[in-house]
């Protein structure tokens, strides 16, 4: 084996070896940011009936939804965006067990608008917005022309702030990437979340403290959205005034397009300032690590 070869066995080794500490560290600090603030077996009530009939979350509540995004382009390869969305949650834990069926009717769903920044072929964080989550006692309305699509009907149980951070990967046009993961963290005050439908496993109320929320969601651009998606989000949630909001037909362009989200939404404690910096970074690799085994498959 020459030197020159052996010299590039070990650069690949170093390589290789940077690559393994830092896989390893995001996933301890993943670990430990999951240890520390994550709420476990906390307990959520559909129709604000209280602890008692209340469904034990062990970690989190599904949430699906759309999202319009409109992008501004800011430098040579930067952008900032205002992003509009509506969500609705059905159940918790993937469990198949529907908050309509079980807590006779109704809809559990959410409204969220934020902004940000980001770069073309890199990153995009936010650094601001806000999340409201809403329990609306009829049946089927998600999806509809009450309201905004549906999704703020009813009564505002929950306030999020969207805290700076969070984010994920674009590609070349600022669309998410195909299947990629989107982080949002936010932060609710004591009395934004109304009594008697979020409660520790010890019963407490958490509307009388304040509490962090996070959402991984999976992102992927819709080809085609609905008209009434385009009427309801777009035209009149967004104040999009471009086409199919003010004559002819609406088509996904470089500047604004539709995703489609589907992930989870979990609750946390509120950390010290130091250990929401190491809570964003596990974030970051855990998103890594999920993209890294999409890839694989």
């Not at 939804?65 to 993937?94: M, R, Y």
């Not at 006779?104 to 999340?131: L, P």
């Not at 990437?177 to 005050?189: E, M």
Request: charged share 15%.
């Amino acid at each position: 084996m020459s030197l020159k070869t052996n010299f590039h066995h070990k650069e690949l080794n170093m390589t290789f070896l940077k690559k393994l500490t830092c896989a390893a560290a995001l996933a301890l600090s993943f670990n430990a940011a999951q240890a520390n603030v994550v709420l476990n077996d906390w307990v959520f009530n559909p129709n604000g009936g209280g602890f008692t009939n209340g469904q034990e979350i062990n970690e989190y509540l599904d949430i699906n939804g759309n999202a319009f995004i409109q992008l501004t382009p800011s430098g040579k390869n930067s952008f900032s965006f205002v992003e509009h969305a509506v969500f609705n949650i059905s159940q918790a834990d993937s469990n198949g067990a529907l908050f309509p069926i079980n807590y006779a009717g109704g809809n559990i769903t959410a409204v969220f608008e934020a902004y940000g920044k980001g770069n073309f072929s890199g990153a995009f964080k936010f650094t601001g917005g806000t999340i409201r989550m809403y329990q609306n006692p009829t049946n089927g309305q998600y999806g509809s022309t009450a309201g905004t699509y549906g999704a703020d009907l009813g009564n505002l149980i929950a306030e999020f702030n969207v805290l700076a951070g969070g984010g994920g990967l674009v590609d070349a046009s600022g669309s998410p990437v195909n299947n990629g993961q989107v982080s949002v963290i936010a932060q609710a005050n004591a009395g934004s979340l109304k009594e008697g439908y979020f409660f520790r496993g010890n019963g407490k109320d958490l509307s009388k403290e304040a509490i962090l929320s996070f959402a991984f969601t999976n992102a992927n651009t819709v080809g085609e959205p609905t008209s009434r998606l385009v009427n309801e989000v777009a035209c009149e949630f967004a104040g999009f005034t471009g086409p199919g909001c003010s004559g002819g037909t609406y088509k996904n362009a470089p500047n604004y397009f539709f995703v489609s989200n589907n992930g989870q939404f979990k609750l946390a404690e509120v950390p010290e300032p130091g250990s929401l910096a190491l809570f964003g970074i596990a974030m970051l690799g855990a998103g890594m690590i999920a993209r890294k085994r999409a890839n694989k498959a």
